[in-house]
């Protein structure tokens, strides 16, 4: 499985670019973080990988200011790998 992480240093932030997602109708869900990514306040935002376009858009034109990255988690069996894009 493969899909995009979105982390911020504030719950707030994260819940606020899930629901600016949603208003554009990009389905989301706000997860825990996974414990590879070390960089956030425990919840991320998680996208498909076709969505990620947009999501950085939407993040260039906002000022997220506890935004930590976008990663890209490959998911297979027991192995989990992780990409800061």
């Known amino acids: 499985m493969v899909y995009v992480v979105i982390s911020f240093r504030s719950r707030t932030d994260t819940l606020a670019f899930s629901n600016l997602l949603k208003s554009y109708n990009v389905k989301n869900y706000v997860i825990n973080t996974p414990r590879q990514l070390s960089v956030s306040c425990g919840v991320s935002v998680k996208i498909d990988i076709k969505d990620t376009e947009i999501a950085r858009t939407l993040l260039a034109r906002r ?13 297979a069996n027991n192995d989990f790998f992780v990409k800061q894009i």
């Open 63 to 75: 000022n997220f200011v506890s935004f930590a990255g976008i990663f890209l988690i490959n998911q």
